[in-house]
Structure formats: C-alpha cells, structure tokens
C-alpha cells in the first residue's frame, strides 16, 4: 500500500481538494485504516489505495483549508478539507481510494463495515457520501473538535 501524498492535480483552480474519481476515507487511527485497506482493496475494480496518516493529512490540507475556507465553495469542498484537517488533528488517519470501476454501493458497504467515520467520492460534479457521518465528523466540518 502506498502513502498518501497530495497530487496537485487533485486540487482545483481555487485550492480545493477535489479528487476526481477516488472516494477519501476516515477512520479512527492508523490500524483501523491499514485494516480496512485490505478490505477495500478486494472490492472489485479498486485502483490503488493509499494510506493517509494523521500528519500527511494535516500537511496535505491545512494551510489550503484554512484559505479556502474564508470563502465556501459552491460544491462544498473547502468545508471537507476542514473536515479532513479536524478529524486528522484528533488522530484520525484515512484511505485515498482510487474508485476505478468498483460498484458504489459494495463499496460503501465494504467502508461502513470497516468502521470509516465519513467516505466521499469525488464523482465529476458531485460528492458523494458513502457513509453516514458520524457526530463527530460532523463537529469537525463545524470546527468544534
């Protein structure tokens, strides 16, 4: 499994993280998310998964999130790179997930039952929920963590 670094090309013109095709995962620590890369990579037609620690989250997205998030984007996604940077902040590491051909909802079933707090996938035009957020994701994208 490869580690998660930012590629620019995920990034939009205005600074959000925006990758097209891939689904981003959290979870509640770094274990939890190498477990769960065994399981989201059985799904069929998974690309590539990457391990997102804590630290490479933060260094990833906080100074964008905290630029972007002056101004919301239409879409949103400035409110989840804050997500992203919170949950991080409080230990939380994710799964970069290169969505390919995989079936939206096994995947979604294969996250859920791996224990992710939120999934996104990042679909042109649309970011999906692939998970029911849990309460304290929800705090994070209000920045109350």
């Known amino acids: ?58 260094q990833a997205f906080a100074e964008r999130a905290a630029e972007v998030g002056g101004a919301p984007s239409v879409g949103r996604e400035d409110q989840f790179m804050l997500r992203f940077v919170e949950l991080a902040r409080a230990g939380r590491a994710g799964l970069l997930i290169e969505a390919g051909r995989a079936d939206t909802a096994a995947l979604s079933a294969v996250l859920a039952t791996s224990g992710a707090v939120l999934a996104y996938h990042y679909r042109a035009l649309v970011i999906e929920e692939l998970v029911e957020s849990t309460p304290r994701a929800e705090a994070a994208a209000a920045g109350k963590l």
């Open 1 to 58: 499994m490869a580690h998660f670094t930012a590629d620019t090309h995920h990034f939009s013109m205005t600074g959000a993280y925006y990758p097209k095709d891939h689904v981003f995962a959290m979870f509640a620590d770094t274990a939890a998310a190498q477990a769960a890369a065994e399981r989201v990579g059985a799904v069929p037609g998974v690309g590539a998964v990457s391990l997102a620690e804590p630290g490479a989250i933060q």
